[in-house]
């Protein structure tokens, strides 16, 4: 994993005194592009998104399964995107070519637009093999930062991939961790670095050359209509509280549960059971085994308290347990 090492801005993705994102409510001069990214670490939250965007743009209920088929929610690892955009097929291609082609393509996608869109983007915000961010800079407008308490996204990738917590919460510490890299017949999307999930985390709020603005599930659930519409405002969009509380009404999610039930959701795995399975913050507290729970703290600590996932309290307290064993930190390895 080689994260980017850009000379640090002053985003609004710093964390400040006025709460975990430190964000502005207003929206950032463009980079030069109008690719909005909407970014996340996966089971973080960027469905809703998506959904609550789309109905905020038509005003009517979501088809969850035209999403991913629209331009507004495409995804930048799309193997179709990449291939179409720039005419190349891609299971002909090192992962390295596709990684240096992957800009291009989103440059193409770009030049289509004369306005803000979102594009979905799993990724890590990595140097790829060129030498460049993963994402194009130069087809850039902002990118909106959708994170979870990783308690909570650990049950809900384990129910997404139907692997076992215990491995999920390991692949959350790896740097390795990748998506989409099998090596048997190529699948709808290409190879996408994660790394751990506090690496992930980092790389765009810290390491990003254009501005981020962070939007928390918790947040999300909390306090829909003024999260949503602040991020709305941020990437460009002209959204105001009315439009956007309509929009959140219309993808509850126990419509898009009742829909999924209905209808099938064409981004849900074959062999996962439901992908809209609670929908609530902090799960984790009666579900995620104790320990693994510990163990994810432990592994990601600094980046939860920054994130105000922990407080100053759980910190002092690994602290003091860690200072009983040799080498511990408390902090992510």
């Not at 093999?129 to 384990?158: F, K, M, N, Q, W």
């Not at 740097?175 to 699948?187: G, L, V």
């Not at 209808?263 to 062999?271: A, C, K, L, Q, Y």
Request: include cysteine; charge should be negative; hydrophobic fraction near 40%.
């Amino acid at each position: 994993m080689a994260p980017l090492r850009w000379p640090r801005h002053d985003h609004s993705h710093h964390p400040t005194a006025s709460g975990p994102d430190g964000a502005s409510p207003g929206s950032p001069a463009s980079s030069g592009g109008n690719t909005v990214w909407l970014a996340s670490y996966p089971k973080s939250g960027n469905t809703w998104f998506r959904a609550v965007f789309t109905a905020w743009q038509t005003g009517e209920a979501v088809d969850l399964n035209q999403l991913g088929t629209k331009d507004t929610s495409s995804i930048a690892s799309s193997r179709m995107r990449i291939e179409e955009g720039l005419g190349v097929v891609s299971s002909l291609l090192t992962a390295d070519e596709v990684e240096q082609l992957r800009p291009r393509a989103d440059e193409v996608a770009d030049a289509g637009f004369h306005a803000p869109h979102l594009c979905k983007v799993h990724d890590a915000l990595f140097t790829g093999a060129g030498g460049e961010p993963i994402v194009s800079v130069a087809a850039t407008r902002c990118a909106l930062y959708v994170v979870r308490d990783p308690r909570d996204v650990a049950l809900s990738y384990a129910n997404h991939n139907q692997w076992d917590v215990a491995r999920v919460v390991a692949e959350m510490a790896d740097e390795r961790h990748t998506m989409a890299r099998s090596t048997k017949a190529p699948s709808n999307q290409v190879p996408q670095r994660l790394g751990t999930w506090s690496e992930h985390v980092t790389s765009w709020l810290d390491d990003a050359p254009f501005a981020v603005h962070v939007v928390r599930y918790e947040d999300c659930i909390a306090n829909p209509v003024a999260t949503f519409t602040t991020a709305l405002r941020f990437a460009g969009f002209d959204a105001d509280e009315a439009s956007v509380a309509a929009a959140v009404d219309l993808t509850r999610f126990d419509r898009l549960a009742a829909q999924e039930a209905t209808d099938g959701f064409r981004e849900r795995p074959t062999n996962t059971g439901r992908f809209f399975r609670r929908g609530e913050a902090g799960g984790w507290r009666d579900e995620l085994d104790p320990d693994l729970a510990a163990t994810i703290v432990g592994d990601h600590a600094s980046v939860m308290h920054r994130l105000g996932y922990l407080d100053d309290t759980d910190i002092a307290g690994l602290d003091s347990t860690s200072s009983n064993v040799p080498g511990g930190s408390g902090s992510p390895r």
